[in-house]
């Protein structure tokens, strides 16, 4: 039987900006390859998201390969996910207008990630990035997915995504699913190494903060040997330990060991042999993936065939919401 048929489909998108880091790989990658048997899933690497904020063309145009490259190297398959590059597919800006027309400037002002991204960009306060949760709306609700997985900065606009889609079913007749946030059995927010009060970002200017994917090794566990932990002593998850939450956190999501398992298994160790475990723990879970990068990477050919089919793949669905919607507004196809 046609198992498809079953199954609750679900979307998400990345940016191909920068590194990926060890906070993007255990907040929502890892989940996407779990998710990939269970769901109908599409992936994209979301590129015209990255020119709300500024880009040279030539580290935009090689980021969006490298950042192919890592979802195929993590072990998403595209014979099981429809995986494409965001910009292939046309449909996204098109559907996009047509919901900007539906969204009210007033809502989009209340965005809290374009007050952030506003006030540190302050040089480039593009109209693209006050409209951006209408193109991720346009990325969403093309796909009809049941569930979108994002994390916890995200949930704002998914929040958007489903009002728009309600406002238009409500005023033109039913044309796309509302999605539901997908919240993970094992989503992990991972934090500064050097401070946990902050999210793990690659663009924290002290290198020491985040472990991108692709660091090797060494790199991995001398940035474990230098995380930020206190002067207390003991391994336990406490709001008063945020340093040593955070590391727990992370061997948690790695090894797979729930919290109070890890808690037992480091009961009067130091924090020394702790730090070293993760890092080695992260290092070994990362070290595959590396591996595979570094094969994928290098045969261009078969990459582009990948994100060309992909994107093939993407628009059949795409095109027949799109066409949709636009015959309900009043278009003329
Ligand atoms: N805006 C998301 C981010 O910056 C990426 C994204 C774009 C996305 N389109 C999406 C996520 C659709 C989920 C669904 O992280």
Not at 40 to 55: E, G
Not at 84 to 113: D, K, Y
Not at 308 to 319: P, S, T
């Amino acid at each position: 039987m046609c198992e498809n048929v079953e199954k609750k489909k679900v979307l998400s998108c990345i940016q191909p900006s920068g590194m990926l880091t060890l906070g993007n790989y255990l907040g929502a990658l890892k989940n996407w390859v779990n998710m990939q048997d269970e769901f109908d899933s599409t992936f994209a690497v979301a590129d015209l998201h990255a020119i709300t904020v500024r880009q040279e063309p030539a580290k935009l145009r090689s980021q969006i390969y490298s950042t192919y490259a890592i979802l195929l190297a993590l072990g998403l398959d595209p014979e099981k996910s429809t995986m494409f590059i965001q910009s292939h597919v046309p449909e996204h800006a098109q559907l996009s207008w047509l919901l900007s027309c539906n969204t009210q400037f007033g809502e989009m002002s209340r965005m809290t990630q374009f007050k952030d991204k506003s006030a540190k960009h302050a040089d480039n306060v593009n109209v693209g990035l006050f409209s951006y949760p209408v193109l991720m709306a346009a990325d969403i609700l093309l796909y009809k997915p049941d569930f979108v997985p994002v994390g916890a900065d995200q949930k704002q606009h998914l929040e958007i995504a489903r009002d728009i889609a309600i406002r238009f079913n409500n005023h033109y007749g039913d044309v796309f699913t509302v999605p539901e946030a997908y919240i993970p059995k094992t989503g992990a927010r991972v934090m500064s190494l050097q401070d946990p009060d902050k999210k793990m970002s690659k663009s924290d200017e002290n290198q020491n903060a985040w472990v991108a994917i692709l660091d090797d090794k060494d790199t991995i566990i001398r940035k474990f040997k230098r995380a930020v932990t206190d002067s207390e002593g003991g391994i336990y998850v406490s709001d008063e330990k945020k340093g040593v939450s955070n590391l727990i956190t992370i061997y948690s999501a790695v090894t797979g060991k729930t919290v109070s398992e890890v808690e037992r298994e480091f009961e009067g160790k130091g924090y020394g042999e702790f730090k070293l475990a993760v890092g080695e723990a992260v290092a070994d879970e990362l070290a595959p993936i590396k591996e595979n990068y570094n094969r994928i990477i290098t045969d261009k050919a078969e990459l582009e065939r990948l994100f060309r089919e992909g994107g093939d793949r993407a628009e059949r669905v795409a095109r027949k919401t799109y066409f949709k919607a636009m015959k309900k507004v009043g278009f003329v196809l």
